[in-house]
């Protein structure tokens, strides 16, 4: 099975009928159904940081896809840690190896 990183550009499109890549992201679902989602509980918050200020409507499909991807099979939602996100950031997992001294 194929692992894919789902980032929140594709959740937005998803489940909103404005967004410019929502026909896009409704093509690809038949490849999905055989490939293993990955993304992160970052993207997860940005993503519902997002649709703060839409209509209600929205609010809950984002509220509805989140619970999905938690409780879904073929999703993995990666646990935000200090860890990640230093070495994300910064190429090392310790905060203090990255400062910048002058």
């Known amino acids: 099975m194929n692992e894919i990183f789902a980032d929140t550009l594709y959740f937005a499109a998803v489940i909103n009928p404005k967004d410019q890549w929502h026909i896009s992201s409704l093509e690809i679902e038949p490849l999905l159904e055989t490939a293993y989602l990955v993304t992160t509980e970052a993207i997860v918050m940005e993503f519902l940081n997002f649709f703060a200020k839409y209509p209600a409507s929205l609010k809950r499909a984002a509220v509805n896809l989140?619970?999905?991807?938690?409780?879904?099979?073929s999703v993995e939602v990666v646990p935000h840690t200090q860890?990640?996100?230093?070495?994300?950031?910064?190429?090392?997992?310790?905060?203090?190896?990255t400062k910048v001294t002058a």
């Open 66 to 73: 989140t619970y999905d991807l938690w409780t879904g099979e």
């Open 83 to 97: 860890e990640i996100f230093f070495d994300a950031a910064c190429g090392s997992t310790n905060p203090d190896s």
